[in-house]
């Protein structure tokens, strides 16, 4: 079973980035937050992103308030700062450089603030304020009454578009306005490529998404860089229902519409998403319903799947060459389960994601669960090696490392947590046992029962790698060498002792 | 080495009874002093060679663990001053006591020193005693 149903050279997934090519991701509504929390997880596991050096994430989200989206930007702050301290390495944790759209380049006109989120400048009026409904003329008003309903006029612009995307394709023209985009636009270089993230089904990413692609790839747009732009290589991820939500007499978001939408917004793409080279698909039957909640801080979905494989899309697209994608364009994925189930594992995927995240994903589980059990009270050498009694308390990087793994808000053991607990659910691992060897689902470390002093993955194995790697890493700073010791110590107990998943 | 080893064993004061300073001087110091700083030698490298290198054992590293090899040294050193007295057949004397307490004493000195010059090839107990 291969991850997404298109040929390509397989030489080229070993393929590591060798460019200066920036990939700029519009994460669109409250999925392209929840997509990006999780490929930002495996770009933290340490999963590459070929063909790029600098990934720019950009959250496009009214909702200011948006629970999803504060979260997502709170870890990416966590990362950036972490990436920023330990700068560039070919592989291993954090990687990949993740930074925000205005820290690519100096902004001259101070337009541009230094976040991951687009700013909608607060829209704190509601739909029929904002098209300054009263002052329309007659006829005016009449159309705007055919096009939208009176709920969506009266609905207040604060908490995005509730699942209505005839309102978001109006607010959204906006953005291409923006100080944001035109920023982005003046420092878009040949080789840059876009992706977009979206859901199809609900009101910000239907609408924004094809929105944008077509302001972006418009021959007569008035942005700089029109021509690469134009030529960009451009991918999207659009998702189609995979969860439902709570019926609720007077909530303004019904999940029975969802298809409806869905097919709507599809027969749309079909004949108007122009200069797209990769679009993937992704959908699954919705189970257990969500909490209805149309926006604000009160939106925080747990994590699903669903995401997790949206975010892989971004990986896959990333590692087609620019040939090979502009050959045959536009090239549609969809994506298949190696196994139709409600509970799945490693050995539920197919061997081509399985290969592309087990590792990497075992290998922070061990970090994060290690640095939690063992880190703050291990006396060992390669302890006071590093003075961790004094770094763990004072230095404020190693307490964004540990907020990184374990904020209950947006840490890595809260998203594994989450995507276990959602349906469909997705157990790599056993989050209860402190056990290594019983971590990753159904398949347990073997230890030899002649081997008194084998104990497979104990903390003893551990501890006597780190002192030995203590020896061999020569780094003088102490928070790139910890995370260089973890980055080694894992990568040899899962080829030593899991070896396959 | 005789020198050295009379010199160091002689810090306690002369042997006793006088009659058996000879056979203190010419065989019991040189051996207790030779077998004790092997054993030392012995000790240090068990404990940081072989449990805290060779066996990847990496929680038998804790200074409580290198005093026990530090007093489990000095009781060898102390039965090691009862045995070479004892098979030289010197005459009984409260001296002998005195002397295998200082040369346990001496044990603690070599595997002090030793662990020192040693730790720092081992993995897990490098900074063991500090």
Redesign the interface.
């Known amino acids: 079973m291969r991850l997404y149903t298109n040929l390509r050279n397989p030489r080229l997934l070993s393929k590591i980035c060798d460019s200066m090519a920036k990939l700029f991701i519009f994460g669109i509504g409250g999925t392209g937050s929840r997509v990006i929390r999780s490929l930002t997880m495996l770009l933290a596991s340490g999963v590459k992103l070929a063909n790029c050096d600098r990934v720019v994430p950009i959250i496009i989200d009214p909702d200011a308030h948006n629970g999803d989206m504060n979260r997502t930007v709170d870890m990416l702050k966590s990362y950036q700062q972490i990436y920023q301290h330990l700068g560039p390495r070919d592989d291993g944790f954090f990687q990949t450089d993740v930074s925000t759209l205005s820290s690519i380049s100096a902004d001259t006109n101070g337009g541009v603030k230094d976040t991951f989120v687009f700013d909608f400048g607060g829209i704190n009026q509601s739909f029929r304020q904002y098209l300054s409904y009263d002052q329309l003329s007659v006829d005016s008003k009449g159309l705007v009454e055919l096009l939208f309903t009176q709920d969506n006029l009266e609905s207040p612009l604060t908490i995005g578009f509730r699942g209505s995307p005839n309102v978001g394709s109006i607010v959204l023209n906006k953005v291409v306005e923006s100080p944001e985009i035109r920023f982005f636009a003046d420092n878009f270089q040949a080789g840059d490529r876009v992706f977009f993230i979206s859901s199809i089904f609900g009101g910000t990413g239907a609408a924004g998404f094809p929105l944008l692609l077509k302001n972006l790839k418009d021959p007569n747009t008035r942005l700089s860089n029109a021509g690469y732009l134009r030529n960009a290589l451009t991918g999207a991820v659009t998702v189609m229902p995979y969860f439902a939500l709570q019926s609720e007499d007077n909530s303004v978001i019904d999940s029975n519409s969802f298809l409806t939408k869905t097919k709507a917004a599809l027969s749309y793409y079909e004949h108007n998403l122009q200069g797209l080279d990769a679009l993937y698909y992704l959908a699954d039957t919705p189970d257990t319903p969500y909490e209805n909640q149309p926006g604000g801080t009160a939106q925080r979905n747990k994590a699903h799947l669903i995401e997790l494989l949206a975010a892989l899309s971004v990986v896959d697209f990333m590692q087609y060459s620019d040939a090979e994608l502009r050959n045959g364009a536009p090239h549609f994925h969809e994506y298949g389960l190696g196994t139709d189930t409600q509970d799945l594992n490693f050995s539920h995927l197919p061997d081509e994601s399985r290969e592309l995240i087990a590792k990497h994903l075992t290998q922070l589980l061990y970090f994060s669960r290690y640095h939690k059990q063992h880190l703050p009270t291990d006396k060992a050498p390669y302890h006071d090696n590093l003075n961790l009694d004094h770094a763990l308390r004072n230095e404020p990087i190693f307490k964004e490392l540990n907020n990184f793994l374990h904020s209950p808000e947006y840490g890595v053991d809260e998203w594994l947590k989450e995507l276990s607990q959602n349906r469909r659910s997705f157990r790599p691992f056993d989050l209860t046992t402190d056990d290594f060897n019983a971590m990753i689902s159904g398949k347990p470390v073997e230890k030899k029962w002649n081997d008194f002093f084998n104990k497979g993955l104990s903390q003893n194995y551990f501890l006597n790698q780190l002192n030995d790697a203590a020896k061999s890493i020569h780094e003088p700073d102490s928070f790139r060498k910890l995370v260089a010791l973890f980055d080694q110590v894992t990568d040899k107990a899962f080829e030593e002792k899991v070896k396959v998943v | 080495m005789k020198g050295f080893f009379r010199f160091l064993y002689e810090l306690i004061g002369t042997p006793q009874p006088p009659s058996e300073t000879p056979v203190y001087r010419e065989v019991i110091f040189p051996n207790v002093g030779l077998l004790t700083i092997g054993l030392s030698l012995a000790m240090v490298l068990i404990f940081y060679y072989l449990i805290n290198r060779a066996?990847?054992?990496?929680?038998f590293?804790?200074l409580r663990h290198w005093v026990i090899f530090l007093v489990i040294n000095a009781l060898l050193a102390f039965f090691i001053g009862l045995w070479q007295t004892s098979s030289q057949e010197v005459a009984s004397h409260s001296y002998v006591y005195w002397m295998s307490t200082w040369n346990a004493i001496l044990g603690l000195f070599w595997f002090f020193l030793f662990s020192v010059l040693l730790k720092r090839g081992s993995?897990?107990?490098?900074?063991t005693p500090f």
């Open positions: 066996m990847g054992v990496a929680t590293n804790k993995t897990n107990a490098s900074t």
